[in-house]
């Protein structure tokens, strides 16, 4: 495996990732290049199809059990806490734009953020949803069912329950993938802004190559079990 070094390791990292090892099966077994986030960072990681791209974002989030290695964010060592405190941890310091948006279907839009506060173990807090929900366009939006939402619109959904417990860490899977160019750049400066407003740091893994431009850092996923590769803009 072949890793070209991306980032400082120092103490300032939000997220470090080492040694991370996965598999499925014997047909599907990765090695990820190390990782390093500092505070208010952004990383876009890039792969094609099948490569791992998830499998990592998983790992990441603690929904994955790695087979080897460590994660630490924010300073917690996520593979040394319990599965009810991983759940907790997550819930307070982990969001995630998933590819497709988990939305409880039968509760409005304002509700399913609620749930979200309610679930993160954060104060129930309508100012916050109304605020996050304006910043992302969508306020008009709050009391409708999330299937009465348009794509777009949906896709701003997500982020709204990524960021709304004001996690330390986003992570965000294909944001973009379904998305034209100008609601691609769109979505991208929303996430930017977002983890901005929020002191958060933000990773997006895509095998979208239209927002290589739009970030500083980029690791590439090439292979499984074979080179990775990154660079720096
Ligand atoms: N539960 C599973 N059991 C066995 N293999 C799996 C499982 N989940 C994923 N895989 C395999 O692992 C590989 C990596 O999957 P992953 O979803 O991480 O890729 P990806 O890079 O995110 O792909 P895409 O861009 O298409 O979403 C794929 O070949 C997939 O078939």
Redesign the pocket.
Known sequence: MKYLGLTHRNHTSMLTTQSLSFE??EF?RFEFPDLHVDYGSDLLIL??????????LHLISGLLKPKSGKISIDGTSLLELSEKHLDAFRGANIGIVF?RPHFIHSLTLGENLAMIQYLGKKSADPIRIKKVLEGLGILSKINFHPNLLSQGEQQRAAIALAVINQPKLILAD?PTAALDDKNCIKVIELLKSQTKRNHASLII?T?DQRLKSEFEKSIVLQSKLESFESKVH
Do not use: A
């Open positions: 499925y099966d599907n792969g094609e199809s099948g490569i791992g791209k998830t499998t990592l590819q294909e893994i095998h």
